[in-house]
């Protein structure tokens, strides 16, 4: 599909734009930022595409782009994109934006059956389109001006097939009565939000620090905070600064060598040593931290059977022998069928199958297709 593409560099190109795009049913969406080269990261491109044309809006040279605000707010028009979390979150972020009006096409094919749902397999396998995916392009800075053809290439085959990929997908959904499913996962993608961490407990989520005991935990919450704002004073991405594995193996070795520690190097110990050092002082003269656990869904008036451990995991194997089995049934992968916590929790309380129905975890369309299914199961367990 040889659409013709502008590249929008000034608010009346803009505000143009706004005006072509305003009639539309339908607009292919995707972004690109700089999270590997600049931190916190940059959006630096906003691709928008309709049936006639492609926009490549450089959110870095143009000052305002509000007149975009009542197109992404006008449930009327569909928005598509493919895995649209990040998009979402990133034009909440850094444009305050809400999107109404989503279809996310990776969610679509995952409704059809289709277990390999990356965007240029889906295009090839579905549409015999191909397009490159360059490997370095996808690492690319696209905060650095002027952007090469290649780059706005790129950047325009994410959006240039959306639409049909849509349309192919929608024909499908139908075919099989499952298009109110993804239109409530689809919905469930509008409320998402931008949301910043607590920098108080930020360090909990590194990967590899659920494996750290307490006193661990208390040496790597300031080393992750020291690595942060070296980060901030950089504008490098944290781990471009002083690997995770580095904090990692600090917070477990907090006596150790750092001429000798994995991943520093010469540079690194000349550069960050004395403030390593400083946040290892610090953390081993703290308390111990522990992680604290919640329950997503609060039973408070609830009788909760105690069980002992081998009849929960028996339950549990039959549950999920129920959703494998649905699964199989449908042509659609399990997970879909029903949450896995949800599972975990009734395995441990088996009757409250109502209380659990109305856990925000629990889709209208999972309610209303093997709510009737499970209950009769857990009835017999």
Known sequence: ?????????????????VQEIGGSKAIAVDTEANSRHRYPEQLCLIQLATLDKIFVIDTIKLKEIGPLKDIFLDASIIKVFHTADYDIRSLNRHFGFQIHGVFDTAIAA???????FGLATLLEDLLKITIEKSQLLQKADWGKRPLSSEALEYAANDVRHLLSLKDFLDKRLRELGRTTWVTQECSRLEELR???GDPETAFLSLKGANKLNGSSLAVLKPLF??????????NRPPYFVIPHSTLLYLAANPKADLSKTPGLGKTGLERFGQGLQRALTEGLAGPPIYRGTTEKLTREDTELPKLDRAEQDQRLKHLKAWRESMGKLLSLDQSLIWPRVSLERLACAPDTLDIELTSGDIRRWQHDNFASSLS?????L
């Open 110 to 116: 995952r409704f059809t059956g289709i277990s390999k």
């Open 1 to 17: 599909m040889n659409l013709p593409v502008e590249v929008i560099t000034q608010s009346g190109q803009l505000y143009a734009a």
């Open 225 to 234: 905070m020291f690595r942060e704002k070296e980060a901030l004073k950089q």
């Open 194 to 196: 931008y949301e910043p």
């Open 376 to 380: 009769i199961l857990l009835e017999s």
